[in-house]
């Protein structure tokens, strides 16, 4: 039986996600480390309450009009971390509006940042707690070394209008050795400067079960987690049945003996590979290849027989399922075929 | 100078897209070539009339919910070609919707979709237009066979509520001389069979100043000529200054001599690589690769010194430009450094 949504539509099995929550959280709880679930991979208030009701202490965002969205949808976000370093006066403007509202805390790597930061609440009642970001070997953000994170920790704690909250670092996958080699020697620079470290944080989904492996850090930031995907699947680290969210698709045309056309295209896959070959995964067709995607085209190859017929459906788990549910307005959330809502995605395209 | 606004945001030149409109209306109108831009790259109504004024006969579109959001958007686009098998009673519902406020035509590159197609129309008192889509070596949809195209376009000439309006294809690149050849030929079979081919309709922007190398098309349907992107660009057919739409990203973070971080990542610039190395090309700074995304940073690299200070703007061309109109709400009009307008892109993400 067809699945009775119209498609390309993105599907999520609540079920799912709710067991993948509890499944982290029981790790953590266990080894007594805070979670903070980043919503980039939902952007649905309703599953940040759920990660709440599991144990979270609060959320991770990206952006600043991306936690606007996160907690103008739920009364209950009233923790958040922007993992970002925040410039300029209209997003500061936006920052301080959220900071009167909610426990929130930003990070910075570098000084332009923490003057922006103190310059604009300097003059505010309330100061903005804001972490170093470390750089622990995936090369993106982040001050190079405990030294220098303990010199921008002093800074922001000798500076007005801001409090230093901790050390933060997205780490490399399997980083754990690095984590706790460059928290431990930052936190111990900073506390002989007689500053405290009130939270170091940590994250990433793909090592999420081994983060007991870095004790300094004291909270851990997965995202993908509460979805799962191909990259994951890939990596050893879920199964496809652990996959919440499914692209639904249906075969719009069948060209050929080892050809058939979706009408999901890089309008919905994307065209992340992640270090992938092809577009994500058919589920019970482990034949199949999604080996080119254009906008609104999906080709599958199969070396046999592909066996499609003009008009079915497929379910397909994207490489990448953070960046899927920013392609669309609204999620489906099912239970197995069963359609059961269809949630907004209120935090979907907030860039600023 | 920074450009007033708030970053990232998608910029268009206004001018620049006027002018690419008209070099290759200019082209088309020499070589007695109809001119039916797809809208997939801008997704404006606004663009889509300055494409009508320059000469354009109607529009192209990938999608149904698409089309409806351009009719929407504009009294004055009254002509559609939607180049999609559609499959299913709410896009027939939609599509008869359409079909009874404008022209429109859809394509069909298979009988389970002209038979719906039929079912759907034969009851309704104007019939839908339906052209038949070839494979002329793209190896997406299209039927691989002049022999098959003849046999559909019979198939809808025999069948209640539907028109054949003739032969579509979206070709390889430089692929004239195979569109000419499979054309020719369907063509030849159609009429042999006493049906008339009213229209031929080939497309893309690459080869798009060789249209006239086939002939037998009566029409073209280029979408990314009047924007560009760094795609063109590699493949020689446009120059940076050809490019109307850019990327305004701001440096947020400098970590090391060779690297910095910009505030814009795959929800802006896509993952997309048409098959390039790196995600853009910064203006002005060749020696700068954008070498990795993740959802909301961008990592640029550099062999000498990467000269950047955090809060400094840079201009992006993305690989692709059709793809990044469809992850931001509105695009900024600028001319030069300043900015106009803010238009809606109506049409984004409409995938039904």
Known sequence: MPVP????AVLVDIEIAKRNIRTFQTYADAHGIRVRPHIKTHKLPQMAELQLDAGAVGITCQKVTEAEAMVDGSERITDVLITYNILGKPKLNRLEGLNNRIALAVVADNETVIDGLS??????????????????????????????????????????GVDFAGLMTYPPIAGEAKVQAFMSEAK??????????????????????????????????????IYNDRSLVSRGVATWDDCALTVLATVVSVPSEHRAIIDAGSKVLTADLLGLTGYGHVLGRDDIRIDQLSEEHGRLV??????????????????????????????????GDEPKAVWPIVARGHVL
């Open 5 to 8: 949504i119209e498609t390309p």
């Open 119 to 160: 310059s604009h609440f300097s003059a505010k009642d309330k100061p903005l707690r804001v972490f170093v970001e470390c750089n622990t070997g995936a090369d993106r953000c982040g001050v190079p070394s405990p030294a220098e994170a303990a010199r921008l920790a002093k800074r922001i704690n000798d500076a007005e």
């Open 188 to 225: 111990r620079l900073i506390e002989a400067d007689g500053i405290a470290v009130p939270s170091i944080t940590s994250g990433g989904t793909p090592s999420m079960m081994h983060a007991a492996g870095a004790p300094v850090a004291t909270e851990y930031r997965p995202g993908t987690y």
């Open 302 to 335: 199969s070396d046999g027989p592909i066996r499609l017929a003009v008009g079915e459906q497929l379910r397909i788990v994207p490489n990448h399922a953070c960046v899927v549910t920013n392609m669309v307005d609204a999620v489906h959330i099912v239970e």
